[in-house]
């Protein structure tokens, strides 16, 4: 049984990373997944639509932009008549630097992407999630609750995630729409492996990545996207406000030297 069956999910950023397994998770319990993803994407929210089938949909789109999400929300109630879910999971993680030498154009940038995109595909898809009785996902981050060296904006943006996912919750309750987050720690994407290159001993960040999560290793997006597939589904029907780690228990506290 396909448990997102019929489902129309917006996504965005799901032409990479953890977005792009969770488009393919989606797309095999049944959803029709539509990708909002920028022109810069190394693949094209288009072409993984095409991968993913007919029934799928692609749509150029900065998520910073008001105009670009209030026109990609619209084709898609255009071309399915509804939407059930928004998965704002666009986000970016740089500059890797402290505070003080953040510009004021990386700043604004990491708000932008990362937390005015929410603004946007709340403000444009939130009649359509009265009506379906939906829900909204975020991609959130475990450095949002405990902290970053050298990326306090970042970081910044995605406690700030946290936050909004629970006043939203509040909110949106008494219209049955469920809003949640997930809270991965490490994750194999292009980012984190170009991140990796970045790191002044590329040769042991494998090792630490696999050491900061206590059962052993650092995952594939595939363990994020099945984390949200329930979250979307009717199995957490009754669940909203949450911030779930999916993490492998990177947060749990200090652990013995091995």
């Not at 929300?73 to 500059?95: F, L, R």
């Not at 379906?132 to 943006?157: D, P, R, W």
């Not at 995952?219 to 949200?228: E, N, S």
Request: glycine share 8%.
């Amino acid at each position: 049984m396909q448990i997102l069956s019929d489902k129309v999910i917006f996504l965005t950023g799901g032409s990479m990373g953890i977005g792009l397994a969770c488009a393919k998770a989606y797309a095999a319990e049944g959803a029709n997944v539509v990708i909002a993803a920028t022109a810069s994407s190394h693949i094209s929210a288009e072409e993984v639509a095409t991968q993913l089938g007919k029934k799928h949909h692609g749509i150029t789109c900065d998520v910073s932009n008001s105009s670009d999400v209030e026109r990609a929300i619209g084709q898609t109630i255009e071309k399915y008549g509804k939407i059930d879910a928004i998965h704002n999971n666009a986000g970016i993680a740089m500059p890797s630097k402290p505070l003080h030498e953040t510009s004021d154009i990386e700043w604004q940038r990491l708000m932008d992407v990362n937390l005015k995109s929410v603004l946007f595909t709340t403000r444009f898809g939130f009649e359509e999630l009265k009506k379906s009785k939906g829900c909204i996902l975020n991609t959130s981050s475990l450095v949002g609750e405990i902290g970053q060296e050298n990326h306090a904006a970042y970081t910044a943006t995605k406690g700030a995630m946290n936050a909004l996912t629970k006043s939203m919750a509040l909110d949106y309750a008494p219209y049955k729409i469920r809003v949640n987050a997930v809270s991965p720690a490490g994750v194999w994407t292009t980012t984190l492996r170009n991140w990796k290159e970045e790191q002044p001993d590329p040769s042991s960040i494998e090792k630490y990545l696999d050491d900061i999560h206590p059962l052993g290793y650092c995952p594939d997006g595939d363990v994020i996207a099945d984390a949200c597939v329930f979250l979307l589904s009717d199995k957490a029907r009754f669940i909203t406000g949450t911030i779930l780690p999916v993490s492998g228990g990177a947060e749990l506290g200090y652990r013995a030297i091995r």
